[in-house]
């Protein structure tokens, strides 16, 4: 049976690539110009024209889906998060149009042409001029303002705005990149523009973006098949895009609070003993550690002839699982590495050709074929069988003690255009070339979905380089590839962060210190990138071994400043863990672009160097040696020097003074950063100990902060109220500072009931007259004031729901 349907897939194809040939040699138009009718069905505004049908749809959030339908065999959405349902829209007619409104989204669909016409309120946010839907080419055109600047594209280093280029859509590694690349491990078709709406083009097959490159005021999207569909999404700010962006495509699951501790991780290590004394030696040198990532050694001895056992190689690890249970006794969590090939000389190959799990070639034999790990065969990630088969792999595996699932290779690195797979959902064959930008996305999917369901409890850690538009929600943190072991390497690191976070994807990450080349120790540059991962979404060192990727095998200066930042990073979890928090429930990126600050400002929005860190940080990371004084672009705003309290007023560039022990981190007037004491890893985390800096300034008359917080590893948290959200206000006029503390949620187990509260304000220029706790005064005893560092220390203890500190100035 699936033979013939395969036949039948590969005769449809060769018809359709006839006609389409004759269609272009005939100078026929591809464009469904001609209105016959329209109804309503399911929520949907259909149209239909000579050719086929279209189809608009209100979705949740100021949103509206498009689907071209020429011919019925369309692939499925990748993109939209599965729960997401049309939702009910104001459709009306007139003579030559027909709109539809969802929110404050207008779309306006000219009857004599079908152009469609987007709105926001009154205000024209972009036009679709032309589509084409042929099986084996689908596209659409929209019409650009002169000034409009676009962010898109996904993984790229090209710029903030990536107007005038045009962009491959095929995920492909690209091995030791530095300062610029067209082409990476993660492309997103996707765009967002400063006019504050994004397109989404939901299509999985090879294809381009191109952003005015070959026209300057058209934004086209071509693909040699898939699915002839994108939706519209608008939005009054950046947060309320992206929030209107997730609400369709997926929020990111709250992460384990031990994902965002320290990694220990290089290619590779190549034994039990090794990964033994790597712990150990973390623990020797007063270094926090969280997990250990084990590259390809775990099932072979060689980088070549292994991929696909997916087993342990008991010679190198002869006692596995008591190892995992050793280091999961010193909360280290074990992450393994695991790749879509299967070698035809792995210890698998039989088993999974018996099984039937590789993709095929077009005479539905198993395809097999070279690349750099050996002759190979890819498993169908779409197909039912495949995956069962898979994920019968990885349940023994976390059964076994596993954490965490390192997929490497997602691209897939090597995946031919014919190959063939079988996607069960909707009971279809289709091409490696339409299906090889979701390969990855696909494959977090299986894995999330089966963890969740063998533990419920539990929030999954995946790491993978490569998906789709929409995988955030299935728990994955991206990393960029294979980067240059050098400063040019460190360099793109924001952009791509930044581009990634913007589009849902707000752990993107880069492999700390370099991963590709360096044939010696560059002590500054590596010291540099390990301080940039302080504030960057996960701290994650790791390299080829030939220069070790791990802090504490280095020289003593730069363990003592790598130290102190991990042990910063630890204290910051409070603050890192409400980011978590805040993405999880408005897809907001950790990491933000400058232009957050003042939408209003064209010139914030390609700053590509320097960026917020949350709420209330900036952080403009060094990325050439020998500096001493680095230029900062500030917002609007007081900022505070984080290590020093100086003052600087922003709306300008400054000049930020730097040693090898700092980097350019301020603090925004009025933010509230909460601390937590120095702790060696997230097991021993609590906020009984509580540190909150406040940052006061004439300037910020009132302002307020947040700090979330669960038991840190349970999944449904936030769904169950199962935490504490500390809120805290600020007051400060000329006669007084007001600070109030208020708390929700229902708790969590082992929750602090007080909390031991140092409040340090800063930038308090003279002692306080008077302090009081409730309207009773505060004895000196419970208050201290610096007058050199103009910080004020109040002491508190805080248990109750409300409470409130008055500080008389």
Known sequence: MAYSMLKTFLLSRTKFLFIFSLCVLSACSILPRDYVSHHVESNALIIDTQLGQISYTALKGDAIEVLYQSDKQQLPSFAKSENVQAISATITESASALTLINGSLRVVINKDDLTARYFRENTLLTTQTSFYDLPQ????????????????????????????????????????????????????????????????????????????????????????????????????????????????TG???????????????????????????????????????????????????????????????????????DMMADLNAKNVKTVLISEPFILNTSKRWNEAIQADVLAKNTEGQPYQYDFYFGTTGLIDIFNDKSKDWLWGIYKDLFNQGVSGTWGDLGEPEV????????????????????????????WAKLVYNNQRELQPSSRPFLLMRSGFAGSQRYGMFPWTGDVSRSWGGLQPQVELSLQMGMMGLGYTHSDLGGFAGGETFDKEMYIRWLQYGVFQPIYRPHAQDNIAPEPVFHDTQTKDITREFIKLRYRMLPYVYTMAYQNATTGLPLMRPLFFDDESNSELFNEKNTYLWGDSFLVSPVTQANVTEQRVTLPKGVWFDFWNNKRY???????????????????????????????????????????????????????????????????????????????????????????????????????????????????????????????????????????????????IQWGSRLANIKITK
């Open 137 to 248: 080419k689908k596209g659409f055109s929209f019409a650009l303002d002169n000034s409009e600047k676009l962010l898109g594209g996904g993984e790229r280093i090209l710029g903030m705005d990536r107007r005038g280029h045009r962009m491959p859509l095929y995920n492909k590694a690209h091995y030791g990149y530095t300062t610029e690349s067209n082409q990476m491990n993660f492309g997103l078709p996707m765009v967002m523009s400063n006019k504050k709406y994004a397109v989404l083009f939901d299509n999985s097959a090879s294809g381009f973006l191109d952003i005015g490159k070959t026209e300057r005021n058209t934004l086209s999207f071509e693909a040699v098949g898939g699915r002839t569909s994108y939706i519209v999404f608008s939005g009054n700010t950046y947060p309320e895009l992206i929030n209107n962006y997730v609400d369709v």
């Open 251 to 321: 929020k990111q699951p709250l992460p384990p609070r031990w994902a965002l501790g320290n990694f220990a991780s290089r290619f590779g290590y190549k034994s039990e003993q090794e990964v033994r004394n790597t712990v150990a030696k973390f623990e020797q040198e007063d270094m926090p550690l969280d997990a250990l990532i084990l590259d390809l050694y775990w099932f072979g001895p060689d980088i070549k002839g292994h991929m696909g056992t997916l087993d342990w190689d008991k010679k190198a690890f002869p006692t596995p699982i």
């Open 415 to 442: 995946h031919p255009d014919d190959m063939v797979h079988y996607v069960s959902d909707v009971e279809q064959f289709a091409s490696g070339a339409e299906l090889h930008n979701v390969y990855g996305h696909e």
């Open 649 to 795: 007023q922003g709306g300008a560039q400054v000049k930020v003074p730097v040693n090898l022990s700092t980097i350019p981190v301020l603090v925004r007037a009025g933010a509230f950063v909460p601390m937590v004491d120095e702790i060696n890893n997230t097991l021993d985390y609590s906020s009984k100990q509580l540190t909150l800096h406040y940052y006061a300034d004439d300037s910020v008359p009132a302002s307020s902060g947040a700090m979330y917080e669960d038991d840190g590893a349970t999944h449904g948290a936030i769904e169950n109220k199962a935490y504490d959200l500390l809120n805290f206000s600020a007051t400060n006029v000329a006669s007084y500072l007001s600070v109030n503390f208020s708390r929700e949620g229902s708790g969590y187990k082992n929750m602090p009931e007080t909390r031991d509260v140092s409040l340090i304000i800063h930038n308090v220029t003279a002692a306080p007259k008077r302090i009081e706790l409730d309207g009773v005064t505060v004895e000196p005893l419970a208050y201290s004031y610096n007058a050199e560092t103009k910080q004020l220390n109040v002491s």
